[in-house]
């Protein structure tokens, strides 16, 4: 006696495919405070569970982070809708794995040092030495 193997044709679907779950998080990613301060970042993995009505029900974190970015992520799966499945007239539950970038921009800051030149000896005035860090925000 052979066992069957449960093919179910539908699995829940991201409304909009791929690219509208990457602008979704793009575009709803707000960055921890705590992970800024920090200089956090990395990949949070996570498994979500989705309902029949393409609700997400659970979040189950693979990979984390600190600094907040769990709990982000969290926020962001579930703010996901996916499409409504029925597979021969059953109700099921799937469970998809996510991966979530967390990537600070880089600093703007330039640094640029003002070096004295050798001259020859004249009666030219004193040269220092300066140097500065200017940040932009």
């Given at each position: 006696?052979?066992?069957?193997?449960?093919?179910?044709?539908?699995?829940?679907?991201?409304?909009?495919?791929?690219?509208?779950?990457?602008?979704?998080?793009?575009?709803?990613?707000?960055?921890?405070?705590?992970?800024?301060e920090?200089?956090?970042?990395?990949?949070?993995?996570?498994?979500?569970?989705?309902?029949?009505?393409?609700?997400?029900?659970?979040?189950?974190?693979?990979?984390g982070?600190?600094?907040?970015?769990?709990?982000?992520?969290?926020?962001?799966?579930?703010?996901?809708?996916?499409?409504?499945?029925?597979?021969?007239?059953?109700?099921?539950?799937?469970?998809?794995?996510?991966?979530?970038?967390?990537?600070?921009?880089?600093?703007?800051?330039?640094?640029?040092?003002?070096?004295k030149?050798?001259?020859?000896?004249?009666?030219?005035?004193?040269?220092?030495?300066?140097?500065?860090?200017?940040?932009?925000?």
């Amino acid at each position: 006696m052979t066992k069957q193997k449960h093919k179910f044709l539908n699995l829940p679907q991201i409304l909009g495919g791929k690219e509208a779950l990457k602008k979704h998080f793009e575009s709803n990613l707000i960055y921890p405070k705590e992970a800024i301060e920090k200089r956090i970042e990395g990949i949070v993995e996570l498994n979500a569970e989705i309902n029949d009505n393409g609700k997400v029900i659970g979040v189950e974190i693979i990979k984390g982070l600190e600094g907040g970015c769990n709990e982000e992520a969290i926020r962001l799966i579930k703010a996901v809708q996916f499409g409504a499945v029925k597979n021969k007239g059953r109700r099921l539950k799937t469970k998809k794995r996510f991966k979530i970038n967390f990537q600070l921009p880089p600093e703007k800051r330039i640094n640029y040092n003002v070096v004295k030149k050798k001259q020859e000896p004249t009666k030219a005035k004193a040269v220092q030495n300066f140097s500065y860090t200017i940040n932009l925000s």
